[in-house]
């Protein structure tokens, strides 16, 4: 579904990070970790397009992702940025209903199947009471599920979620983790980043450790989570502590 091949990613003039190469499966999650300032969400922008990378190629669907207009590209991957601040009081229902663009055409307006879409995507994360909210009025958790089910209306064979659970109730982080694994036994691949190294325990297939824009390492998350490569990526010191039925958990490594 998405392979990146020896990527170097940045900004004009400011090379971020570099040699990142892996691939990612149709109903395959990964979870990217990493430090503030590793290279994320640069990272997940040259990905979908919106920067050129500095060297390498990414391809989709095994086309090269600079061959794709934006609207070949919307109809293959759903994005969800880390925060949106509402500007507009559009409701939450219109909110949604954004993610169908790129199946309408240029002059149309959604139709029937366009709103079924987009109530499913509500009521599938538990906010189908918002629906005639404005985007203005909700709270920045809320907003961030909106943001998920805009993305799921896109029906999307790829799903990008830039820390996903940053902003949300430990409820509605479950809820987030639930939907992806949810939406990858269904085939949609999944590309996610978090701050919370038990998030990829939970949910993720492989884990991708960032840092200082280089891959650390990759691989399943038990292979790769540890306390020697979590103290390298975040400079504490964390114990990697197993749980019953084959789990793990990380616990900073804190005397008191």
Not at 14 to 22: A, P, Q
Not at 148 to 158: G, K, N
Not at 182 to 197: E, K, Q, R, T, V
């Amino acid at each position: 579904m998405l392979a990146a091949e020896s990527l170097a990613f940045g900004f004009p003039g400011r090379t971020v990070g570099r040699d990142v190469s892996f691939t990612l499966g149709a109903g395959e999650v990964m979870c990217v970790l990493g430090p503030n300032g590793g290279g994320k969400t640069t990272l997940f922008r040259t990905l979908l397009g919106l920067l050129a990378p500095h060297a390498g190629t990414v391809r989709l669907e095994e086309k090269e992702l600079k061959t794709l207009s934006r609207t070949e590209v919307a109809r293959r991957v759903g994005y969800v940025p880390q925060g949106h601040t509402g500007y507009f009081a559009y409701t939450v229902r219109e909110f949604v209903l954004m993610g169908r663009t790129a199946h309408l055409g240029v002059f149309a307006s959604p139709a029937k199947k366009d709103f079924i879409v987009a109530n499913r995507a509500l009521e599938s994360l538990g906010i189908a009471q918002l629906a005639d909210k404005p985007v203005t009025e909700i709270s920045g958790g809320e907003r961030q599920l909106a943001l998920v089910a805009r993305a799921l209306a896109q029906e999307p064979r790829l799903l990008v979620l830039d820390e996903p659970t940053a902003s949300l109730d430990f409820g509605n982080q479950v809820r987030v983790l639930q939907k992806i694994s949810a939406l990858a036994g269904s085939g949609i691949a999944i590309l996610f980043s978090s701050h919370d190294p038990d998030h990829a325990f939970l949910c993720a297939r492989r884990a991708l450790l960032l840092a200082e824009g280089r891959v650390l390492e990759i691989g399943t998350p038990r292979e790769v989570i540890r306390p020697d490569t979590l103290e390298r990526m975040y400079r504490v010191s964390v114990q990697v502590l197993p749980l019953p039925g084959g789990m793990h958990t990380c616990l900073p490594g804190i005397r008191l």
